[in-house]
Structures are given as C-alpha cells and as structure tokens.
C-alpha cells in the first residue's frame, strides 16, 4: 500500500460544463465588427482606481457601465454612474433575453487596449448580484483566453479562448467555486472590448 497523503498531487476537480452556455457565432462577423466600431468611438471610456489591500491600483483596462433606472452600479466601492442603454446595447440586451430566457438591467463593458491589459483572479459575488447570478459575456475584437481555476484548489484549471462575436454565458454555482481571469500576453495584442450583461437586484 502506498503512502497515504492528504494532498494528491494527482487529483483535479475536473470543470463542470453545465456552468456554461457558449455560442461562437452568435453575432455576425459584420454584427461584431459594427458594434465594436460604435463602442470603441462613443463608450464613455474610464480608467478606474481599485483597492488592493491597503494600496490604491490604477485598474489595467477601462471600463463603462450602461443600464437602466433599477441597476445602478458601484464599482470598487465608487458609485459610478450609470450611462443610459443605447439603442444598440439595449437590442442585444433583448435578443440575448429573448433567446436563452434570462433576464439583465445593466452591462458592464471592458477595453483591454493591448497585451498588457488583463483582469486579475476574481469572482463576480456579491450580494447585489444575488445567489445564483447569470452573467451572459460578448465578446469583440482581439480573441484572449478567457481561464478559470478552482477557488480552493488552484490547479484546477480551465481556459477557453473568447473569439469575436462569440457569446459566454456563466451561470449556476460558478461565481461560487471557481474564478476567472484575462491574464496579460507576452505576445503583442490589438484592442478587446467584452460586455457583461448582468441583473442588479434592488436592495
Ligand atoms: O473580459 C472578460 O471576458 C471578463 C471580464 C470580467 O470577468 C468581469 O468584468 O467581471
Ligand atoms: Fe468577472
């Protein structure tokens, strides 16, 4: 009989596919190539700062949050406002609703501008989120690898690459055990825009 070991270097939770929904193309390469035009030139780019420990970090992508009346969005403890839908976002807002039956108020929208924008290892959990939060994810432009890994046992990992026009639904218990990130690339990188359409609950 072999040692016994707490730790086994050999076991890995493997990822749970029904946490996802994934549609390649679900926007046209036209459809894509338009809206990343309009949001590239008209979305109220902001460069915002973010709490690390007891420091204060510029946040390495910008970022603009479009919604309605009830989603009100506070990003890193900083009340932002909220740009009113546009015709555009509201439509896909609707057709993304329509075709997979879920429900969103605002969306949060990211520039990487190149190589050396990224989102760091974080869950999307909060309690304005609700338990079980869907979040349906577009994405424009530069394809990145989109990697997950198991929040309490990092070696698990997942990683799939988003590409333009593709759509990523992440759902059930996923915020809950598994995190996500865009990590920086070594390898020169033109402009990703990703929109998150999310559901704030009203407190
Ligand atoms: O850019 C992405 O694909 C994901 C962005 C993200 O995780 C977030 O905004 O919470
Ligand atoms: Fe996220």
Redesign the pocket.
Known sequence: MGQLSLFDAEEFYEFPKDLLEYRENFLSSKEADELKDILLKTAPWEQRTQKMYDKTVVTPRLTAWYGGNDSSYDLDGNVSGTNPWTPELYALKERIEKEFGYKFNGV?L?L?RDNNDS?AW?R?KESRYGKCPVIA?I?LGQT?N?DFRKKDHHQSKYSLP?PHGSLLIMKGDLQENWE???AKSIIAMKE?I?L?FRLILNR
């Open positions: 949060l990211n990487y989102v974080h999307d994810s994405s990145r989109f988003l996500h990130r865009i990703r990703n998150t």
